[in-house]
């Protein structure tokens, strides 16, 4: 098995990169003809890619009966949509049906983390794309979640995550046991999803997993090993209710009196900069423009009132300052999409952003490095009406790819776009089907 980085990711990933890494599986096998059957799908579908990227001055449309990805939104609209339509055609996978509740089969579904729970529960009901024949599969899920592992065995005020590796570890050495498909790749078509802070950490409990593992990360740091040939970023998304369609929409530019705003608290490497440099005590805190606080006041102590004061003012704000917290991630940056505000990332580039394989972050969102953030207003005033009104347009646009529905997942939704990300992953990885000599 070898990870060949073919030119389709090749274009849209990592530039004119030739890197290949080889990983030797551990066991000796005959040739294996469902999986030669397997590859040479994928290899179809490669091809159908490449021809996509080679016309793209010659294309017309694909057919599609629901959306047809056009526009500066994306890295290659034409690509991407072949892409696509080759993965709904294609792309199955396997959930392992090992593992107990909480830890396994269960996340949360409200909260910063919601995008775990949301997901494992899709993906384990999406008929449509899981298998129940893991000799069938392209990819496997590991269906396991850190946030609950923290509740139910991290032991508060600890520091110790011992335990949650060990469970993990100890998950990985039943799959392998039990299964042939973990040995025959070294991990490399498998998956794991995680939106914790400590996801990372945790997939350190075992080699494979975190050096040829799929890691669908929400803390994608590539200055901490997120590699983004393999992983997968995840969008951090806070859902509230049920009710997401009532989370979406805004008013236009024109009645949106602020440029740019943040709320949140003052802990990371980021944040503490742009607090001291716009938030209160700054000497720049009553700036009609820029409005930056640690927290926003509630009325009578009540937290629902804070959450409305700090959508009304995501509503209100042309640009949504997102910078990330203890980790690079932040849920604003999809609060940010949902509510029609220019998305302004602030980091210093090691955050790979959510999707960025497919979209062209460019043309919706501004980066400002965090030396930069004294000039902050300088650089998003410098946004001519005209442009923002683009980009305004553009967030409104690709908001359909970080939506999460109360019911089944929608095509070209958040869920199929993270396992757009997965499938694009496998066509990077050829497993050979014949005997290891």
């Known amino acids: 098995m070898s990870y060949l980085l073919d030119p389709f990711l090749l274009l849209l990933l990592q530039g004119n990169s030739d890197e290949v890494i080889r990983a030797t599986p551990q066991v000796q096998r005959s040739s294996d003809i469902k999986l030669e059957r397997l590859e040479l799908g994928l290899a179809k579908a490669r091809s159908a890619i490449m021809e996509a990227i080679r016309n793209k001055d010659k294309r017309s449309p694909l057919p599609d009966k629901d959306y047809v990805p056009m526009g500066p939104i994306y890295r290659n609209a034409h690509a991407f949509h072949r892409s696509y339509l080759e993965m709904e055609k294609q792309l199955k996978v396997y959930v392992y049906e090992e593992g107990e509740p909480p830890v396994f089969h269960d996340g949360p579904c409200r909260s910063i983390y919601s995008t775990e729970g949301r997901f494992i529960h899709a993906m384990e009901t999406a008929t449509r794309l899981r298998t129940s024949d893991p000799s069938q599969a392209h990819v496997f899920f590991l269906p396991f979640s850190v946030v609950k592992m ?24 039943v799959i392998s046991d039990k299964y042939p498909f973990w040995n025959r790749s070294a991990g490399a078509d498998h998956f794991m999803l995680s939106c914790h802070d400590w996801g990372p950490y945790v997939s350190s409990a075992n080699a494979e997993l975190f050096g040829n593992s799929i890691r669908v990360l929400c803390n994608a740091n590539t200055s901490e090993g997120f590699d983004l040939a393999k992983d997968v970023s995840l969008p951090e998304i806070n859902l509230r209710s049920d009710a997401v369609e009532r989370q979406v929409g805004g008013p236009s530019a024109s009645r949106r009196p602020f440029l740019a705003f943040f709320a949140g608290g003052n802990h990371g490497p980021v944040r503490p900069a742009l607090l001291a440099h716009w938030g209160p005590g700054s000497g720049r805190e009553d700036d009609p423009d820029v409005r930056v606080s640690e927290y926003l006041p509630t009325r009578g102590g009540r937290a629902g009132a804070s959450a409305a004061a700090y959508t009304d003012m995501m509503r209100r704000s042309r640009f949504c300052l997102c910078p990330g917290g203890y980790e690079v991630a932040s849920p604003r940056l999809a609060e ?7 998305p302004v990332v602030v980091d210093d580039g090691e955050y790979a952003l959510p999707f960025a394989d497919v979209l062209n972050w460019d043309a919706f969102a501004v980066r400002v490095r965090v030396a930069d953030v004294p000039r902050i207003k300088e650089i998003l005033s410098a946004v001519s009406p005209r442009q923002y009104i683009r980009m305004q347009r553009r967030v409104r646009m690709v908001r359909r790819h970080f939506m999460v529905h109360g019911g089944p997942p929608r095509r070209y939704d958040a869920f199929h776009m993270i396992l757009h990300s997965v499938w694009l992953r496998r066509l990077n990885v050829r497993i050979d089907a014949h005997a290891q000599g």
Do not use: F, N, Q
């Not at 065995?153 to 011992?162: L, R």
């Not at 940010?336 to 220019?342: D, G, I, P």
């Open 336 to 342: 940010a999409v949902y509510l029609e505000c220019v």
């Open 150 to 173: 923290v509740k139910t065995i991290y032991e508060p005020g600890s520091h110790d995550m011992a335990p949650l590796k060990r469970t993990v570890a100890d998950y990985l050495r």
